[in-house]
């Protein structure tokens, strides 16, 4: 939330301390910042599981990648729990599930 209490200090850490390669800081904020209000409230309805699973999982992979190479045992859990999602869906008590038996008449 540090980067949506302000947005010169989301650039600053994008800049200073992220250091993305190929994206401008800017560019880079708006992405991450996006991604991480929206994923969350995705997940917790159920609603565009996988995608938003596989979105998290390039995000983890990248933030593993170029900014903390060293934190990999964290990233190896949140890769895991994101892998059961994106094979798995968000189950039956879910939008999705709820779309998918209202599209489909069952599972």
Known sequence: MTKLASWD?????????????LLP???????AVS??????VLLALGLLTRPTAAVLLGMTTVIEIFVYPQAWPTHIQWAAML???LARGA????????IRHRTLGGD
């Open 9 to 21: 200090t989301a650039v600053a850490l994008f800049t200073d301390e992220y250091r993305l390669p």
């Open 25 to 31: 800081p800017e560019v880079a904020a708006y992405i």
């Open 91 to 98: 189950g039956r008590l879910s939008l999705d599930g709820w």
């Open 83 to 85: 892998l059961v999602l």
């Open 35 to 40: 991604i991480e209000l929206t994923s969350p």
